[in-house]
């Protein structure tokens, strides 16, 4: 009995070969092939950069809080506080690190009360579809992609980025003006304390 099922998938299988050779030798030589990326619906013109960079904006925007949003606008970074919890006068209760997110620059890491600059972590989001334009997101979609990996899965932005001590890439001239400048915008809002940094 099992001779005859394996005789019988034998020819199945045969069948199905002759099936596929004949089909293959039906196509006419002469037709151009069609390649995967060749579908029309595939390829869409690229993005002049205004209009990418306005896309990230506005995708930016409709993912981090009003505030983050107004913060970007208005300074150009976004203040975060980590979620991953350090050494406090109570074990866990303050976050490791406070981050200011700039387009196309390090993560600078702040200690949670003093502010201090302590930490540059160097990631880059590269656009590995852009065929013009240079080989970097729009400002918009880099600030989002830092800010999604600090939300998701800040241990491992941490462990993976290219770290520096504060100053490095950054002047610290420069971070304690944007301190400053996000103090003073802070004190000009007339709302609640910051609920992200």
């Given amino acids: 009995m099992a001779g005859a099922q394996v005789v019988l998938a034998a020819a199945v299988l045969a069948a199905i070969v002759v099936l596929v050779r004949t089909l293959i ?28 960079e306005r896309r990230a904006l506005d995708l930016l925007r409709s993912v ?49 009360r003093s502010m201090a600059p302590v930490r540059e972590y160097c990631v880059q989001f590269p656009d590995l579809a852009a065929r013009t334009g240079g080989p970097t997101l729009p400002r918009g ?6 800010w999604m990996t600090l939300r998701a899965d800040e241990d491992r932005l941490l462990a993976y980025a290219n770290v520096s001590n504060a100053g490095c890439q950054i002047p610290l001239g420069q971070i304690e003006r944007d301190l400053a400048r996000l103090e003073g915008w802070r004190a000009r809002r007339s709302s609640s304390p910051a609920a992200g940094c």
């Fill in 25 to 52: 030798a039906a196509v006419p030589a002469d037709r151009p092939r069609r390649r995967a990326d060749d579908r029309q619906w595939v390829r869409e013109p690229p993005l002049r950069p205004e209009d990418a």
């Fill in 64 to 112: 981090v809080n009003p505030e983050e949003w107004e913060m970007f606008r208005d300074l150009g970074f976004i203040c975060v506080t980590g979620r991953r919890r350090g050494q406090g006068e109570r074990r866990g209760v303050l976050p490791r690190y406070r981050y200011l997110i700039y387009p196309h620059l390090p993560v600078v890491a702040l200690l949670p």
């Fill in 141 to 146: 979609d880099d600030v989002l992609a830092k």
